[in-house]
């Protein structure tokens, strides 16, 4: 059985850091790409960043998160990050991440959410100003 779980949320002031962890069981994170998605409240979801399995790079889909969000992986763990820093009021949002059906993936993969086969129960981010 496929299982994805985050953790790391919390409540954080305006400026600060947050780091999310996604651990994986059921599937490799080498046949894998992963992405973190995220919902505000009143708001539909949205990419944010992805990064393929052979950990080539983040691919940003939201703008506003560049310079500031970074993902990385450690496939032995078999858990992804999202470090988030300078984090702003509007960042405030239920994170998820979500497994990818190829190992490779673009931002534009992010558009629709049909390709992501598994996701987690979310972890909330709130960010107070």
């Known amino acids: 059985e496929v299982q994805l779980v985050e953790s790391g949320g919390g409540l954080v002031q305006a400026g600060g850091s947050v780091r999310l962890s996604c651990a994986a069981s059921g599937f490799k994170f080498d046949d894998h790409a992963i992405a973190w998605f995220r919902q505000a409240p009143g708001k539909d979801r949205e990419g944010v960043l992805c990064?393929?399995?052979?950990?080539?790079?983040?691919?940003y889909y939201l703008n506003s998160v560049e310079g500031r969000f970074t993902m990385s992986s450690d496939n032995a763990e078999n858990t992804v990050y999202l470090q988030m820093n300078s984090l702003k009021p509007e960042d405030t949002a239920v994170y998820y991440c979500a497994e990818y059906y190829l190992p490779y993936i673009t931002a534009p993969a992010m558009t629709s959410a049909k390709d992501f086969t598994s996701w987690g129960q979310g972890t909330q981010v709130t960010v107070s100003s």
């Open positions: 990064i393929s399995s052979n950990d080539d790079g983040n691919q």
